[in-house]
T-cell receptor, first 118, second 115 residues
Framework: AQTVTQSQPEMSVQEAETVTLSCTYDTSESDYYLFWYKQPPSRQMILVIRQEAYKQQNATENRFSVNFQKAAKSFSLKISDSQLGDAAMYFCAYRSANSGGSNYKLTFGKGTLLTVNP | NAGVMQNPRHLVRRRGQEARLRCSPMKGHSHVYWYRQLPEEGLKFMVYLQKENIIDESGMPKERFSAEFPKEGPSILRIQQVVRGDSAAYFC?????????????FGDGTRLSIL
């Protein structure tokens, strides 16, 4: 079974600075997807960024980018120019891409609570 | 284009009562997933449904919990004879397909509190 580990329960960053959130995962599969979701105090689950494992290029969405290291099974999220609205719980998630089996389940880490200081 | 709609946002039940949580997927989405988030935890998969079919309920407790997604109307997650340990946030997600890395779009969740 796949597992996702977020080793930082809490992180803080100064407004306008850059912060990196860590995520590692364990899988025996070669084809999969990785996601970062944001959960603000309103408790919505908002998709931040997605990475296909077969792509070597790191995904980028505006101020959000990832560092995907497939061999190391690492998938960190970098937030540049942090804003107050970035304060939230961030969850890393894994999803298999295999055509057989349960390739629809998202497996989540326990989350990292990000605080942005003005 | 409305997102995934869940209701109620908050639900309070006494031990032994039934809880019914509703989820209307995004327009054009025929795949629905339910997840549970316990305090201080990430979301855990419960069940995956398509219209009139339960595809995978491996993450759902065998007793007291059931889910359906009828031909017409929302998906329902039903918890009978609730206990304190059922207190959690229950999230519904939907997607147009169950493969190809299609992201699952989440609703705002239902916070269930058991007195």
């Amino acid at each position: 079974a796949q597992t996702v580990t977020q080793s930082q329960p809490e992180m803080s960053v100064q407004e306008a600075e850059t912060v990196t959130l860590s995520c590692t995962y364990d899988t025996s599969e070669s084809d999969y997807y990785l996601f970062w979701y944001k959960q603000p105090p309103s408790r919505q689950m908002i998709l931040v960024i997605r990475q296909e494992a077969y792509k070597q290029q790191n995904a980028t969405e505006n101020r959000f980018s990832v560092n995907f290291q497939k061999a190391a099974k690492s998938f960190s999220l970098k937030i540049s120019d942090s804003q107050l609205g970035d304060a939230a719980m961030y969850f890393c998630a894994y999803r298999s891409a295999n055509s057989g089996g349960s390739n629809y389940k998202l497996t989540f880490g326990k989350g990292t609570l990000l605080t942005v200081n003005p | 284009n409305a997102g995934v709609m869940q209701n109620p946002r908050h639900l309070v039940r006494r031990r032994g009562q039934e809880a019914r949580l509703r989820c209307s997927p995004m327009k054009g989405h025929s795949h629905v997933y339910w997840y549970r988030q316990l305090p201080e935890e990430g979301l855990k998969f419960m069940v995956y449904l398509q219209k009139e079919n339960i595809i995978d309920e491996s993450g759902m407790p065998k007793e007291r919990f059931s889910a359906e997604f009828p031909k017409e109307g929302p998906s329902i997650l039903r918890i009978q004879q609730v206990v304190r340990g059922d207190s959690a946030a229950y999230f519904c997600a939907s997607s147009p397909l169950d493969r190809g890395g299609q992201p699952q779009h989440f609703g705002d969740g239902t916070r269930l509190s058991i007195l």
